[in-house]
Every structure is written in structure tokens, then in C-alpha cells.
């Protein structure tokens, strides 16, 4: 071999040791995070009743591929009832922390806040500025009954006389339903109520049933811990039919299950709004839909994490997925579900709304009352919580 | 590969001999190439070993183990089938894949808490919260229903009609009513561990309380409400395994094996799929409860994020439309809102005795502390047993440990039988009945017959059908109809030395069953040489069965035997 060859064949040689050296790298670097490559992930927590919609509006928006800083933002969205995520947030159980919270209602902010401002001695959820909480969508608590009970009880009781105190009347009928004017096979008046220990919803519904007992807007301790108001309210879960379903979403259980499980409750609006089409296919009667005197509203801020775990980028991608959910075709898709839009370029007034559509069986765009619940202090909910463990739920 | 790219195979190929070159270039260039191929063989290897490191340790599936509960079982095969057919994938690969297995839902509890399974469906979600009952950490993750059924009394029509119907609403209370009052009304419900059992029972308790709502510890305590459950308890003919056991033996048997029954509405419909006898389904005026066939996720140490994305991906199939529809045409109510239950496909019609705008009110439901309160009571109330072991010890048992089985299964028997009430006897058996022990109450001769199981020796033939003919004729002799009347056989061979055969005790059976009390026969097999149809005869002509003397049988004889006491 002459050295032109042994050249020559070197080089080859060389050429594919390089070739071959890279493609091992490759295949071995496809197992090696490369942090400039990497999405930014977006880990979102979103009460029970909105969910759906945010991980509807997740999909879309991560089907954008819509990117910060180069990198693409990708949303995770993770359903959870707001008191079960109160609790997480308190014993500091979230791992990962989710970089943004979308609760039921700005006052569970309010409690996450006051638990770190003790800790830390600042808030972890602001309330101005540019990171601030956003209510994305409102909904409010409004009786849901079936036609046929309604009618019954208004003869009873009164036209416009539906409220917790009728209610209470109604649950604590020893002879059920034809002491009520109904029928035998109604058996006894069952109300709905969801598991507050599953479901905000159902502690607020607790504290709207003190607001009328009391007559007034702002529930204390001193209120929830009265002995003649804890025998009321007493009688009135025991009209509850089950507190041990797996629903902790109980309208689905109202459409599902219909007048066998619950004749009616006060629930979120919204959820109503959605299954009266459903609950009219499966059942012979409709339900009508009666706003109470004192309004229990839900605002379901987008609250994001100021805590060590979420970097500035993070923050920034939040802010993009809160200015998508806020964008008109998304806070359409909002009221399609029958959430009042907090994009006030959103009518719910069209031809198509939900509220148009059921207004004949009691949905108003606008509702008149202005007397609002006040959201009650954290000792007054967590004596709540505990009475009903140890009288209801035991 | 290494051989053919070598320069000395090149050089002989293509070159002639290069005298010209020094033969120190020619080793340097040698040992270059030596070390380059090294180097590119060590890589390789190295590569080699790194992906089938990954491959030996990394699942090749996503598989998400499920317990289901057994009267779905036709229609889970069937989904799961489809869903398998789907081909889903994970995102990183790999095929979804469902682990089934069925159980009943009472051992789903203690399976779930054992870690046994990552997913369930039990008949209703109340089995959710008795799993995580007591527990610091919830065990039940994500949950969602995809079926529902109402728990009904199923009836032939003329026996609804003689209690009023359909002109009158009726119940449970005249259910109970006619039970109590006519000796030969026939009525069962399942025990216990399936929702409709439950149901029936608390539907029981309920009445005994005189009440529709807010049943407490103190009542289901009640020594009175105890008597008035009790008393009822006893008017059961049979509980059975499960309301599918229960429609199975109806189909079989027909109209004079029960009267009325607790099952669920879509085995309304199936019977009457199946029967040219139609049932009613009674929806009872005092209320009942739903089956709600949950799947939920069970958080167990180790559960995998592609098990839960199998989870997602199975639950959503479920919920589609298209599945959804099939879950209606089983006769199931679908949760899609969608679907109408008066479709074209919708078997919920009155023509099938059922009624979709029933029922119009249900059973206010205790918590899971109550519930257990009064899963308790019940086995200390429900009708009590006499009981006749019959132990085959031929020869043939010595082979194999059979005998040593059979006596370990006798003992365990024994231990697991409860309370005082239950009388137990026991007719051991070779080429003769010899030593019988005749029937007593248990708590009073337990050891002796523990003792005397214990000294079991194989030898002789096996007079298997003169053995049960003894027990049978002991039973019938006795005539006691307040107790549920049973033979439990354990045994290996081939019947070869009885002086009765066996379509002379079929007919003394049937004909002692239907004029005397009603005696089921359970029949344990060992080995592969045991007489399956002599056993199965004797086990269908009383309503019982036969079955393999595997571990799980044995393990749980006494538990699967008291659902029929």
C-alpha cells in the first residue's frame, strides 16, 4: 500500500468514525433535557364547576402552539374542588405548586393570602398590579325544582315564596309529600345540597341558608355556633338524600337521577343552565330556575402563584393563557355554558343564549336583586365544616 | 462485517502485493484501523447495552389493572374488547391496556385497600367511600359514572297484580308483608356485598324503623327493629352470589324458584329478553337506590402517569357517545343526558316491564359508619344454617395431598362459620358413611369436630351418593323451616360404591325439595378424576354449584356458602 492510499483510507476512516461518534451522541443526547428547548409548563388548578371549560380553552390554546421567549407554552389543567385545594394550599401540599389557581370565588384567595401573610409576611396571590386576580367568568346560586314541586309548594306557601325558610318547612313535612299538597309517590321532600367537604359550593350553600335565617348578608361564628340556628339548619340536611355519592357535582345527579334523588336545591346558576336540556330528555318534568333574595355570586379568579416556584417566565405565559381565556370566541364559549362572561363585549342576551333559552322556565339575563352575600371569615367556615362533620356527614 | 471491510481482504481483492511498502507504515496504519474498529465496536456495544437496559426496565404496556363487579360482566368483556380494538396509545408508545378481573364488590374494598388494583367499577359508588373510610389519605383518585340503573323487585306480573298492582302503589312494606304472612311466598335478595343486597336490606331496616329517612346507630342497634329485621330475614329463600347468580337460576328454574326478587332494572330487561315469562319491575313507593357503576382511579404507591393516562383514555371511551349508546342498548341508563331513553335502541319501555319516568323517589342514604353497622347486623339476623359436611376420605384422597387439602379446607370451614346460630354436622365417607357427628349448634362442638376432621386417614372406595342420600334424609327427617338447609360435599372420585344411584337420589331430592324443606347441595371437587357430572347434578337439582377446590374457593368457602344461606 502506498501512502497516498493509507491516506486516502485514513481519512475515510476518519470521515466515519465522526459520522458514527455523532450518531451515537444523538441517539444518546435524545435522553438529555436541553432547558432552552423545553416548554413552559403551565400548571393550572381549576375549581369543579369551570373546569371543563378551561381545559377546553387549554386544548385549543396549546393546539396554537403559542410561545414566550422562544419557548411554547403548554397548559395542564387539573380539576379540584376550591376546599379540598384551600386545604392543600394550608398544609403547603402541592408538589408541584400549580403556577396558576382558579378557585370558585375571591374569598378563598383571601383565606390562602391571610394563612402566608402569617407565614411569610406578604401575600402569595395578588390583588393589583399587573399579576393580580382576574375573575374570569361570574355565576351565581339560584334554585333549581322540578316544575311539578315548585307549583306545589308555591300552593303552599305562597307565589314567590321559595326560599330556605319555605324549604325548611318543606324538609321537616313528617308526611312527606301529601302533607305538602303532592303526591304519596313523592315520597318525602328531598333536597340537594352538595358535600361542602367535597364541593365549595356546598359550605356556601350553608352559609346562604344562615344569611336567610338571620336576615342579613354577613354570617359570624357567633351566628353558625347558635344552638337554635344549628337545629334549623340540622332538620334541614336531613332532607338530604345522600352525602356519600361520588358526585360531589350534584346537578349531574339532579339530571341524572332526577326527581327520585333531589326535588330541587340552590346551586350554581351555570350548572343549571346546561342540564335543563338533558334533565328534559330523561325526565317528564322540567325544572324552573328561582333567584334568591340574598345572592351568593362566584367569580372564579385567575390567580397566579407568586411563591419562589414560579419564574418570571411562567408568570408571563399565565398572563397569556388569562388574556386567551378573557378573549371574546373563548368567554363565548363561556356562556355557552352558561357562565355570565366577564369580557363585557360577550352578551348573553342573543338569540342562543342560555338564558335566553330557559327564560321561560325562570333564567334572567339580569338579575334584580343587589342584596349580595358577604363572604364569611375563615373560623365562621371552618366551624361550619366541623358542625357538619360531626352532625351530618357522621 | 468486520472480516469483509478488513484492508487485507481489500488488498487481496483488488490489490496486487505492494512490495514497495514499508512494512513499519503498514503495522501503524494496522493498528489505527485496529483501534478505530475498536472504538466503533465499543460504542456500539456500549449503545447496545444502554437500550436494552432501558428496554428490560421500562413496561411495554400501559396496563391499568380493574376490578369490576360481576353483573356487568357481559357488557365489560364487550367494552373492553372494543377498547382494546382501538389500538390506544400513550403518548411515549405504548399500547393501553386493560387488566380485568371480576369480583364481587364487597371483596373489591378489601382487594382496592390491599393494593391489589389501580382502577375499579363496583355496582355503586358507595363502595367508594367504605374504601376510603377511616383512611388518613384517600385511596380513590378520579372517579367517573358511566351507567345507571335503578335497584328494583322483580315480580311475575299475576303476583304484582295480587298485591294491588298496578292500581296501587306498592312497596317493600308489602313485600315484606306478604312474606311474612304467606309461608309459601318465595322471596330473595342478594347478601350484602352487592348494592342491590344492601339496598334490600336497608330497605328492611328502614321498615323495621318505621321510617324513610334519617336511620341511626340507634336504630339499626334497636333490639326491636333487630327482631322485626330478623323475623323478615327468615321469610329469604335464598340470598344467592349476586343478583346475575340470582336471574341465572330464575331462567334456569322458572317461576317456582322465586316469587319476587331484588335485582336491578336492566335484569328486568334481560330476563325478559331471554324468558317467554315476563317480569315487572316494582319500583317500591317508599323509595329505593341506584346502581351507579363507577370507574374510579385508586392512587396506589407506584401508580404510573401512563396507567393514569390509560385511565383517562378508558373512562372517556366509556363516556363516548357511540359506547354510551351501546350501554343503553344493555339496557343500562347512560349518563350522556343526550341519549333519550324512549331512542329507537332503548330497551327501557313499558313493553319490557320497566318504566323510565320511575322511580319517583329513593332511600335517603346512611353514611358508610351506618352502612357497616348494618352489613354486621345482618349476618347475626339473616336465617341461620344446618349444615352437613360430607368428607369423601377413599383411598384415592391420599393421592396427590388431596386429603391433606380437603381437611386444611374442613378446618378452615369450621373456624369461619359465625356466631351460635349456625348448626353444623359432619358425614365422612369411603367405601361407607362411618362416624357421623350429627348436626348441633357450632359454638358447642366446633373442637370436636375439628378434632375428629383431623384424624380423617384415606382408604377404602367411594360411596359418595349413599353419603349425601344420608345427610339429605337426616335433613329432611328433621323438617326444620326456619333454617336455610345445605350439604356441602368434598370430594376426588368417581362414585363406584353406593347402593343408591344417582337418578333414584335426583328424584328423592326433587321430590323431597319440593314437598319437604328445600335442601342445596354445594359440591367441592378434588383432582382432575373427580365425577363433574355426578356433582353437577346433585348441585343444579338443589340450586347450588360445583366448583374446583382451588385456593380462592377454599380461602373463601364459607363467605361464598352464606351469600345462599
Redesign the interface.
Known amino acids: 500500500?502506498?501512502?497516498t492510499r493509507?491516506i486516502f483510507?485514513?481519512f475515510i476512516?476518519?470521515a466515519l468514525?465522526i459520522i458514527?461518534?455523532s450518531f451515537?451522541i444523538q441517539?444518546?443526547s435524545g435522553n438529555i433535557p436541553n432547558p432552552t428547548a423545553q416548554p413552559i409548563q403551565l400548571r393550572v388548578v381549576a375549581a369543579l364547576p369551570i373546569e371543563p371549560w378551561v381545559q377546553d380553552a387549554a386544548q385549543k390554546f396549546n393546539a396554537e402552539k403559542r410561545s414566550l421567549e422562544g419557548r411554547t407554552i403548554v397548559v395542564n389543567v387539573t380539576p379540584m374542588d376550591s376546599v379540598t385545594a384551600l386545604g392543600k394550599w394550608d398544609r403547603g401540599e402541592f408538589n408541584p405548586v400549580p403556577t396558576v389557581w382558579i378557585p370558585d370565588s375571591r374569598y378563598l384567595v383571601e383565606l390562602v393570602n391571610a394563612t402566608y401573610s402569617a407565614k411569610l409576611g406578604r401575600d402569595v396571590f395578588l390583588t393589583d398590579g399587573e399579576y393580580r386576580a382576574r375573575p374570569l367568568v361570574t355565576s351565581l346560586f339560584s334554585w333549581g325544582i322540578y316544575k311539578s314541586r315548585a307549583e306545589t309548594l308555591e300552593k303552599k306557601f305562597g307565589k314567590d315564596n321559595i326560599n330556605w325558610k319555605t324549604i325548611h318547612d318543606a324538609a321537616i313535612a313528617r308526611g312527606?309529600w301529601p302533607e305538602l299538597g303532592g303526591?304519596?309517590?313523592?315520597?318525602?321532600f328531598?333536597l340537594i345540597v352538595p358535600n361542602p367537604r367535597k364541593n365549595a359550593a356546598g359550605l356556601l350553600a350553608m352559609v346562604a341558608a344562615a344569611g336567610e335565617y338571620y336576615d342579613k348578608t354577613t354570617i359570624t361564628t357567633e351566628d353558625v355556633t347558635n344552638p337554635q340556628f344549628q337545629k334549623w339548619l340540622k332538620e334541614l340536611m336531613?332532607?338530604?338524600?345522600?352525602?356519600?355519592?361520588?358526585?360531589s357535582y350534584t346537578v349531574e345527579d339532579l339530571?341524572?337521577?332526577g326527581?327520585?334523588?333531589g326535588d330541587g336545591g340552590q346551586l350554581l346558576e351555570s350548572d343549571l343552565l346546561v342540564?335543563m336540556?338533558?334533565?328534559q330528555?330523561?325526565?317528564?318534568d322540567p325544572l324552573v330556575i328561582v333567584y334568591p333574595k340574598y345572592l351568593t355570586w362566584f367569580d372564579f379568579p385567575f390567580t397566579i402563584w407568586m411563591g419562589a416556584e414560579t419564574s418570571a417566565i411562567e408568570k408571563n405565559a399565565a398572563l397569556q393563557f388569562q388574556k386567551f381565556l378573557l378573549s371574546a370566541p373563548i368567554q363565548s364559549a363561556a356562556a355557552a355554558r352558561g357562565f355570565r362572561p366577564a369580557n363585557t363585549e360577550v352578551s348573553i342576551a342573543g338569540a342562543d343564549s342560555l338564558f335566553v333559552k330557559w327564560k321561560d322556565y325562570g333564567a334572567k339575563t339580569f338579575v334584580p336583586s343587589t342584596a349580595r352575600m358577604r363572604a364569611p371569615d375563615r373560623d365562621t367556615l371552618q366551624t361550619l365544616l366541623r358542625w357538619f362533620d360531626l352532625n351530618v356527614?357522621? | 462485517m468486520t472480516h469483509k471491510y478488513t484492508p487485507r481482504n481489500m488488498k487481496k481483492r483488488k490489490n496486487p502485493p505492494v512490495k514497495k511498502s514499508p512494512p513499519c507504515a503498514l503495522l501503524v496504519f494496522l493498528i489505527v484501523i485496529g483501534g478505530m474498529i475498536a472504538t466503533f465496536c465499543g460504542i456500539g456495544a456500549l449503545v447496545l447495552f444502554v437500550s436494552s437496559f432501558e428496554s428490560t426496565t421500562t413496561p411495554t404496556t400501559a396496563t391499568l389493572d380493574l376490578a369490576y363487579s360481576p353483573e356487568k360482566d357481559a357488557l365489560m368483556q364487550d367494552l373492553i374488547a372494543r377498547f382494546h380494538k382501538a389500538n390506544y396509545q400513550t403518548p411515549s408508545g405504548l399500547p393501553m391496556r386493560i387488566n380485568a378481573t371480576r369480583m364481587d364488590a364487597a371483596d373489591m374494598v378489601d382487594a382496592a385497600r390491599a393494593g391489589r388494583f389501580t382502577a375499579i367499577s363496583p355496582d355503586s359508588s358507595l363502595w367508594l367511600a367504605q374504601i376510603d373510610a377511616g383512611r388518613q389519605r384517600a385511596l380513590v383518585g378520579e372517579a367517573a359514572r358511566f351507567a345507571v340503573t335503578p335497584i328494583v323487585i322483580a315480580m311475575w306480573s299475576d303476583v304484582a297484580q295480587s298485591l294491588g298492582y298496578p292500581q296501587k302503589q306498592i312497596g317493600w312494606q308489602n313485600l315484606l308483608a306478604k312474606a311474612k304472612s304467606d309461608p309459601n311466598f318465595k322471596w330473595s335478595h342478594p347478601s350484602t356485598s352487592s348494592a342491590s343486597g344492601l339496598l334490600a336490606t336497608l330497605a328492611v331496616f328502614y321498615a323495621g324503623a318505621n321510617k324513610t329517612r334519617g336511620l341511626t346507630e340507634e336504630d339499626v342497634k334497636n333490639r326491636a327493629v333487630l327482631d322485626y329485621v330478623s323475623a323478615l330475614e327468615k321469610t329469604v329463600r335464598y340470598y344467592g352470589e349476586g343478583e346475575q347468580a340470582t336471574i341465572d337460576q330464575v331462567l334456569k328454574r322458572g317461576r317456582s324458584y322465586l316469587d319476587a326478587f331484588v335485582v336491578s332494572e336492566r335484569l328486568v330487561i334481560y330476563f325478559n329478553s331471554k324468558s317467554p315469562q315476563k317480569l315487572v319491575a316494582i319500583y317500591p313507593v317508599e323509595g329505593t337506590l341506584w346502581q351507579d357503576h363507577p370507574l374510579a382511579l385508586l392512587e396506589q404507591p407506584g401508580l404510573t402517569d401512563e396507567q393514569r393516562l390509560t385511565f383517562r383514555r378508558f373512562r372517556d371511551f366509556l363516556l363516548s357517545p357511540e359506547i354510551q349508546k351501546v350501554i343503553l342498548q344493555a339496557g343500562y341508563r347512560p349518563v350522556d343526558l343526550n341519549l333519550r331513553l324512549d331512542e329507537p335502541v332503548s330497551p327501557i319501555k313499558l313493553s319490557n316491564g320497566v318504566d323510565p319516568a320511575q322511580p319517583q323517589t329513593t332511600l335517603q342514604m346512611p353514611s358508610a359508619a351506618i352502612i357497616e353497622i348494618v352489613q354486621a347486623a345482618w349476618h347475626l339476623t339473616k336465617r341461620p344454617a344446618n349444615i352437613y359436611l360430607v368428607a369423601d376420605t377413599s383411598g384415592s384422597m391420599g393421592e396427590q395431598d388431596k386429603l391433606t387439602q380437603a381437611i386444611d379446607a374442613l378446618d378452615t370451614f369450621l373456624d369461619q362459620v359465625q356466631g351460635e346460630h349456625d348448626r353444623v354436622g359432619l358425614v365422612p365417607f369411603a367405601s361407607r358413611v362411618y362416624n357421623v357427628i350429627a348436626l348441633q349448634e357450632i359454638g358447642t362442638h366446633r373442637a370436636m369436630l375439628k378434632a375428629q376432621v383431623r384424624a380423617f386417614k384415606a382408604s377404602g372406595q367411594t360411596a359418595l351418593l349413599d353419603a349425601v342420600a344420608y345427610a339429605y334424609d337426616d335433613l329432611q327427617r328433621r323438617n326444620d323451616r326456619e333454617r336455610i338447609n345445605a350439604i356441602v360435599v368434598m370430594t376426588d372420585g368417581i362414585e363406584n360404591a353406593s347402593s343408591i344411584k344417582l337418578n333414584q337420589l335426583v328424584d328423592k331430592i326433587k321430590r323431597g325439595n319440593a314437598s319437604g324443606v328445600p335442601v342445596v347441595i354445594f359440591c367441592i371437587g378434588y383432582g382432575s378424576d373427580a365425577d363433574w357430572n355426578v356433582l353437577n347434578t346433585l348441585a343444579e337439582a338443589t340450586g347450588g354449584f360445583a366448583r374446583r377446590a382451588d385456593p380462592e374457593t377454599i380461602r373463601k368457602l364459607y363467605k361464598i356458602l352464606s351469600t345462599y344461606f
Do not use: C, H, P
Open positions: 500500500m502506498n501512502k493509507l483510507f485514513t476512516l476518519l468514525l458514527g461518534v451515537v441517539q444518546l312527606g303526591e304519596k309517590a313523592w315520597g318525602y328531598k336531613g332532607a338530604v338524600t345522600d352525602f356519600s355519592s361520588l358526585s339530571a341524572l337521577f326527581y327520585s334523588v342540564n336540556s338533558g334533565i330528555t330523561r325526565w317528564a356527614a357522621k
